[in-house]
């Protein structure tokens, strides 16, 4: 155990002139080092505050300061992050998410993860502005942060146990009312690359985070909030007539509304309308009896709700299997992504089993989006002949065959037979099955792609491909195309040119988000002035006037984490997309038939234009000392051609 006086609310004690007011933050982040068992508490430097304000600012500034190039992401030597947004623990509805941020182990690439609930408030209200992992536990071990200290606990115990029960055993000792944890299950443990982090039954789960977790040997950190200090409000009296304000349009907006009644269920069947819907590993756009798990059908079988620490939306649908092979079958959620990833993807229209499915991986600590993924990747290539029975121990994985899906997540969690394979991800699968398996790998940068075709949204598309965290949606969404977004201006979502700076735009805009770090549900309608307005009423950021000012902090995070990313060797050769999306036209969408990418490259362009960036996708010296990121120029520099 080693004692640490971390409970104590700091308050006005940030370094530097214009930052002595900064209340909100606690100006300081605990570094754990599981190696060697010792827990401490460092200053952030002024600068890092001032320039990349908080949240996902604060990883890629520790990532890039303190993780040597080439670090093999199960070694020791990566670091794992639990990063709040730096209004974490107030009242401003969708603002205490939490950000796992790590080296991936399935891309090789940076990334970062969001996750939902409590835990954001927790490490804000247990006095950090994020928590740093280290080193590697000789043993399995758990982590408990309370008002006595810092505690390195045998976690043998709970080795093994599903995300629920380890929660359910941590609670039985120490308590639920105060109790915060993040944690793995089997999945994070037996090192499958696209391991999720549970906290309740929120996942942080995209790119592996819950991987590196389980090579550190660290089964759980466990914060236990009892006597905590809320943030300090810097003005307290326009932070909350904000707050109000924002509650007020996402009270009467009616996406909030269809967000509290359905979830993202809704989403199922404006997508499969518009042909964006993938189906069978991405080879058409609509799925024969969609309505069976649009939201209609999922509203009926909704028992209760569940929102994030000072949610409004309350967005969390908890559903329940009525009949069926998986009646009793519960989960909350799934959300829109599940439901394509196991549905659309593998042409099943079961809402039980998805919901059995999903509420599977919650507990085994799985990504949804890549288990989906790959579980289409083997129906398709099982139906070309590419894997055949004796390949896949046994099973018969035609379309939609539920059974061979159930036993896929239980090879793949336990590496079992050919889920020892596909516990790799798609892309390092389709290498080591060969036969031209790679083809059929959905990935951009070997993270799997989400529940949006490219080929029918194509800045959408075109953000997976330059993406610095490969195939997410929520990187950079292009609402332009997905639901009308009119800003910066309307587009064309069959066009094959003009895209590139909306990409670009909607990665800053999400960058700046996520220094909040703000929720997707609880944006509608918020503009970044309103943002702005946050950050100066809380923190008392005089340096952030306008949505002009703020996007400039976005702009800096999103080009530090592409120099991370070049210093690892990625470039224009790695910004691209599956080949199906430049060779074949887009089968069975309605209005998006015969939809391909052509003009991949000028959209490229386009977008290295945009955000300042050479023609191999590296950002320019000029643009580097423009964003006050000049002294990163030297170790991208000799990547150039």
Known sequence: ???????????????????????????????????????????????????????????IDYLYKHLAPHTD??????????????????????????????????????????????????????????????????????????????????????????????????????????????????????LVKFAAIIHEKRAAARGG???????????????????????????????????????????????????TTYGTTFMTSKMHEMGIFPVKNFQEGCLPGVEKIGAEAFQKLKTADYGCHACTTRCGNVFKAAEGPYKGAESEGPEYETIF???????????????????????????????????????????????????????????GNLEVLFKLIDKVTKREGIGNILAEGTRKAGQMIGKGAEYYAMTAKGLELPGYEPRAAKAHGLGYAVSNIGGSHMYGYARQEISGFAQPREIDRFADEGKGDIAGWNQIKKAVEETGILCNFADTNISQQLICDLFVSAPGRSDLPDATSINKFGERIVCLERCFNVRE??????????????????????????????????????????????????PTVEKLNDLGLGEVAPDVSKFRK
């Open 73 to 190: 992401p199960l070694s020791p030597d990566n670091i794992l992050l639990f990063l709040p947004g730096i209004l974490a623990g107030t009242s401003a509805p969708g603002f205490s998410r939490w950000i796992a941020a790590t080296k991936s182990p399935l891309t090789g690439a940076y990334i970062r993860s969001v996750g939902g609930g409590k835990f954001g408030a927790a490490i804000k209200n247990g006095g950090y502005d994020f928590i740093a992992v280290h080193g590697q536990a000789d043993k399995p071990t758990f982590v408990y942060l309370s008002r006595e200290g810092v505690q390195f606990l045998d976690a043998n115990c709970l080795w093994g146990l599903d995300t629920f029960a380890t929660q359910d055993r941590i609670w039985e000792k120490y308590g639920k009312t105060h109790t915060h944890i993040a944690c793995i299950g089997p999945a994070g443990e037996n």
């Open 569 to 618: 060797g990625f470039s224009r050769k790695d910004d691209t997309l599956p080949e199906r999306m430049f060779k074949e036209p887009l089968k069975n969408a309605g209005p998006s038939t015969g939809q391909v990418i052509r003009k991949m490259d000028s959209l490229l362009d386009e977008y290295y234009d945009f955000m300042g960036y050479d023609k191999n996708g590296i």
């Open 1 to 59: 155990t080693l004692s640490i006086s971390w409970w104590e609310c700091l308050t006005d004690v940030c370094p530097g002139k214009d930052l002595k007011t900064m209340s909100v933050y606690r100006n300081k982040f605990l570094k754990i080092d599981l190696s060697k068992k010792e827990a401490a508490e460092s200053p952030i430097e002024a600068e890092v505050i001032r320039d990349l304000i908080g949240g996902r600012g604060f990883g």
């Open 209 to 259: 985070v819950g991987t590196v977790m389980g090579a550190k040997k660290l089964k759980a950190l466990v914060i236990h909030t009892a006597g905590a200090n809320t943030p300090a409000l810097h003005d307290r009296e326009a932070f909350l007539k904000l707050v109000k304000d924002h509650n007020k349009i996402l009270k009467t907006h009616d996406r909030r509304k269809k967000m």
């Open 341 to 399: 990833s196991f549905g659309g993807q593998i042409a099943n229209t079961d809402a039980g089993a998805i919901i059995a499915a999903d509420a599977l991986c919650d507990r085994l600590g799985l990504d949804t989006i890549s288990m989906g993924v790959v579980a289409g990747f083997v129906m398709e290539l099982y139906e070309r002949g590419i894997l055949s029975a004796q390949d896949l121990d046994g099973l018969k994985p035609q379309w």
